[in-house]
């Protein structure tokens, strides 16, 4: 009986532990994610709505495919009339907030396919947080005319 009771009380302090170390991906959702699929092998733009519903900000610092051989976080901005990108190393979700990545915004650069992307295809891209916690997001293609 006392091993018994020994195993349980292990069994709880693991399970407390673990949910005092959620990562901060436990405490986003990602909706509407989709690529747009560029012709001629051209790199894609990937674009999501990440809420964070954690008590603390969610800093996003990077994003992985096995679809893609490159991923990065980018921002669009228009300066005296003239288009801009830049990458971004981070990006902080506040707490209990959003950020959108969108056309003419943030959004991620999808570059080396592996193979061509079609649209309509699911493509899965990994969403990489600061605390090193991680977030699997499924995208759906879309055609190069989207909005």
Do not use: C
Not at 13 to 19: F, N, S, T
Not at 106 to 130: E, R
Request: aromatic share 6%.
């Amino acid at each position: 009986m006392t091993s018994r009771f020994l195993s349980l009380l292990l069994a709880g302090l693991l399970l407390a532990a673990g949910a005092a170390h959620a990562g901060q991906a436990d405490h986003v959702h990602a909706d509407d994610a989709w690529i747009r699929v560029m012709p001629a092998g051209l790199p894609a733009g990937g674009y999501v709505a990440l809420r964070n519903e954690g008590d603390q900000p969610a800093i996003l610092d990077g994003a992985s495919s096995a679809t893609y051989g490159s991923v990065m976080l980018h921002e669009s901005s228009t300066d005296s009339g003239m288009g801009r990108m830049r990458m971004v190393e981070r990006l902080t979700i506040p707490a209990h907030g959003q950020v959108a990545l969108a056309p003419g915004g943030y959004h991620f650069m999808l570059m080396d396919a592996a193979k061509p992307v079609q649209p309509g295809q699911t493509v899965q891209v990994t969403l990489h947080f600061a605390d090193g916690s991680m977030l699997p997001t499924d995208f759906r293609a879309r055609p190069a005319n989207a909005l």
